[in-house]
C-alpha cells in the first residue's frame, strides 16, 4: 500500500519522521531499529491519467522479462527529446522507471535533455504495480461497502439499503485493471514526449556509462553525461518470518486478493497496516495488530493518533498485541494454522502464541539497491540505502558528491514516498539544467486512506516542541472541527479534527495534521504554504467557496493566534518543488 514514509533530514533543526510503522526483530538486522523503514505514497503526474493509445502488448504487474525483449530500446517516435553532447549517447540516463524516474524523465525532456529510462521489471515501478495505485483500488471498495453496511448511517440520510455483498475475484480486478490502465498510460506517456526506454537489469560500470540487459550477461552498454538512481524498494520480511505468498503474505500478495481469510494478523501498525486493517474488515474478517512499540500507530501525531485509534479500530474487529515482536511465523500447512511466536519487546522473554488464518507482514519498506555496480564509483551503502546529500548527489566513502551521479526516491531513505522521488527527480532535473534547488522535505505532505482518512505535513507537536526548546521560540496550537463543517455534516461525516502547530511570533507554519473526510485532498493547501513560506496572517486571508470541506482549513489558519509585529515571509526553508 504505499503507505508509510520515513523522512531523513540533514539538517539537526529537521531531525524528525513521517508517521510510519516502528516494527523491528532484533538488532541483529540490517536497519537500524529506531529507524524503521517504510511504505511509500504514490505521486502520479497527470500524464499517467491522459488518454494516451493503448499499447499492443502489456505484461501483467509481476512478470518475467522476455529474453527476446532485454536489449531491444523502445525508441521514441517524435523528435524532441533533445540532442546529446556527442560525446555521450544521452544527457541524462534514469536506472529505474516508477514514479520518481518517470517524473524525472518528464521533466527532463520538457527542459530540452535527451533521455533514456531504464526498467527491469514493469514500468510504474512498486507505486503503481504493487502499491498506491492498486490499493486505492481495494480502499475504494472497502470505503463504499462500509458506508452500505452502516444501517445508521444510510438511515440519517432517509436512504434503504438491501444487505451489501461482494465479489472477491471483481474486486481484485478492479484493483488489477487500474494497476494495468496506469501502467500503460505511463509507458506511452514516455513514448510520446520521446524517451527512450530500455528493457533490463541497469548497473553502472563507472563514470558516466551504465551497463543495461538481462541479469548474469554481458548487455548494452550507454554512455550518458548525468545518471539518475531510481530503483525504489521492496517489502521488508524481519528474520524468523516464513512468507509463502498465500498464508503468510506481504502486501505485495495482499493486493492480488486471492483470498479474505476469516482472521488475519498484521505485523506492524503503520500506513500498510492501518490501510489493509480497513480492506480486510470491511470485507468481513478479523483483524489482529501486531505492534512492537508500546502503542499502535506509533509515528503519528499522538493526538491524531488517539483519535484514529478510536475511530478506525476500537468499533471494528480489531483487537492487537502492542510492546511484542513476532519472532516466528510459520505458515498454515497440513490443516494446521498459521503461528506466530510472540516475545515481549523489551525483555525479550516469551509472551504468547497465536493461531490465525492468516499474517500480513506489513513491516515497512527495503531499498532495492542491490546489483548497482555502486563499488565502480567508490560508494558503500548504509543499511541498503544509497548516501545522497540535500541536492540527491551521490556520496562516495569518503562523504564527497561523485559527479553526475544522483539517486532518487526509496533508493536514498530521505523520504519514502512515491511523490516525494518523483520531487526529488524534478529537482535533479533542475539542477541539470541551470538552475541550482534544494527540496525542503518539511513540505512533502503524507496520507493514509483509511476511512476517514489522515493526512500530515511538517513537524508533529512533540517535534516541534523539541525543536521550539532548542531554539528558543514559542510553539502554539490550533485546533478545528469537522462537527463544525456544513459540508462534513451534510456528508454525515463530522468525526474529525484539524490540527495546526505553528510560532506565533512570526507565523511560521510547522506542521498541519488531519483526520477526516477527504483528509487526503485537504492538506495540500498547508504543504503548499510551508513550500512557499505564506505566513499564517497571509493565508487568513485568503477566500474559500462555501459550503465546502476546505473551510476546515480555512477555520483552522484563523483560529490561530498570531502576535501583531509579525511580519516578512518565511525564508528559512528551501522552496519545494
Not at 11 to 34: E, G, R
Not at 73 to 95: E, Q, R, T
Not at 233 to 245: A, C, L, N
Not at 524 to 544: C, F, M, P, Y
Request: charged residues 20%; neutral net charge; aromatic residues 4%.
Amino acid at each position: 500500500m504505499q503507505s508509510s514514509a520515513t523522512l531523513s533530514l540533514s539538517q539537526s533543526a529537521a531531525a524528525s519522521t513521517i508517521p510510519k510503522s516502528n516494527y523491528t526483530v532484533n538488532h541483529s538486522l540490517p536497519f537500524s531499529p529506531s529507524k524503521p523503514i517504510n511504505l511509500r505514497f504514490c505521486g502520479l503526474r497527470r500524464e499517467a491519467f491522459l488518454g494516451f493509445s493503448s499499447l499492443s502488448r502489456s505484461q501483467p504487474p509481476q512478470s518475467k522479462i522476455r529474453s527476446d525483449k532485454i536489449n531491444s530500446p523502445i525508441s521514441a517516435s517524435l523528435s524532441d527529446n533533445g540532442s546529446a553532447p556527442k560525446s555521450f549517447d544521452y544527457d541524462l540516463v534514469i536506472i529505474g522507471a516508477g514514479v520518481g524516474g518517470h517524473g524525472a524523465a518528464l521533466h527532463a525532456v520538457e527542459k530540452g535533455l535527451k533521455t533514456a529510462i531504464i526498467e527491469g521489471d514493469v514500468i510504474g515501478g512498486t507505486c503503481v504495480n504493487r502499491g498506491c495505485v492498486p490499493s486505492k483500488a481495494l480502499l475504494a471498495v472497502s470505503g463504499r461497502m462500509r458506508d452500505l453496511q452502516n444501517e445508521h448511517h444510510m438511515k440519517a440520510l432517509g436512504l434503504q439499503v438491501a444487505a451489501a455483498g461482494y465479489d472477491r475475484q471483481g474486486v481484485a480486478d478492479h484493483a488489477n485493471n487500474l494497476a494495468t490502465k496506469i501502467r500503460n498510460n505511463l509507458t506511452n506517456s514516455m513514448k510520446a514526449l520521446g524517451v527512450d526506454i530500455l528493457t533490463g537489469v541497469g548497473s553502472i560500470l563507472g563514470p558516466h556509462k551504465v551497463q543495461y540487459g538481462k541479469l548474469d550477461s554481458p548487455g548494452n552498454i550507454v554512455t550518458a553525461k548525468d545518471i539518475i538512481i531510481a530503483t525504489g524498494s521492496v517489502p521488508f520480511v524481519p528474520k524468523g518470518i516464513e512468507v509463502d505468498g498465500k498464508t503468510v503474505i506481504t502486501s505485495d500478495h495482499a493486493l492480488k486478493l486471492e483470498s479474505v481469510p476469516d482472521w488475519i494478523a498484521i505485523v506492524g501498525s503503520g500506513y500498510i497496516g492501518l490501510e489493509f486493517s480497513d480492506v480486510y474488515t470491511a470485507l468481513g474478517s478479523e483483524v489482529t495488530f501486531i505492534e512492537a512499540l508500546d502503542q499502535l500507530m506509533p509515528g503519528f501525531d499522538p493526538e491524531i493518533g488517539k483519535l484514529a485509534q478510536r475511530v478506525l479500530i476500537n468499533p471494528r474487529k480489531i483487537d492487537y498485541h502492542t510492546g511484542v515482536f513476532a519472532t516466528k511465523i510459520t505458515p498454515a500447512k497440513n490443516g494446521k494454522p498459521v503461528t506466530i511466536e510472540l516475545i515481549d519487546a523489551k525483555t525479550k522473554e516469551p509472551k504468547d502464541t497465536l493461531e490465525v488464518d492468516a499474517a500480513l507482514i506489513a513491516t515497512g519498506r527495503a531499498p532495492f539497491t542491490d546489483g548497482l555496480g555502486l563499488d565502480s564509483v567508490h560508494v558503500e551503502r548504509k543499511r541498503g540505502f544509497v548516501p545522497v546529500d540535500e541536492r540527491m548527489r551521490v556520496l562516495d566513502f569518503k562523504g564527497d558528491p561523485v559527479p553526475h551521479l544522483y539517486c532518487i526516491g526509496d533508493a536514498n531513505g530521505k523520504m519514502m514516498l512515491a511523490h516525494a522521488a518523483s520531487a526529488q527527480g524534478i529537482s535533479v532535473v533542475e539542477q541539470l539544467t541551470g538552475r541550482d534547488h534544494v527540496l525542503n522535505h518539511l513540505s512533502i505532505p503524507a496520507a493514509c486512506f483509511t476511512h476517514p482518512e489522515i493526512s500530515m505535513v511538517g513537524l508533529t507537536e512533540p517535534q516541534a516542541r523539541e525543536k521550539a526548546e532548542k531554539e528558543g521560540f514559542e510553539v502554539s496550537v490550533a485546533k478545528t472541527s469537522f462537527k463544525a463543517n456544513t459540508k462534513a455534516l451534510a456528508e454525515n461525516e463530522g468525526e474529525g479534527i484539524a490540527k495546526l502547530i505553528y510560532r506565533p511570533d512570526n507565523g511560521e507554519i510547522l506542521g498541519v495534521h488531519i483526520f477526516g473526510l477527504h483528509a487526503a485532498d485537504l492538506i495540500h493547501e498547508a504543504s503548499n504554504a510551508i513550500a512557499l513560506g505564506t505566513r499564517i496572517q497571509d493565508i487568513k486571508l485568503a477566500v474559500h467557496a462555501h459550503p465546502t470541506l476546505s473551510e476546515v482549513i480555512d477555520e483552522l489558519f484563523k483560529s490561530a493566534k498570531v502576535k501583531a509585529h509579525a511580519s516578512g515571509p518565511i525564508v528559512n526553508e528551501p522552496v519545494a518543488v
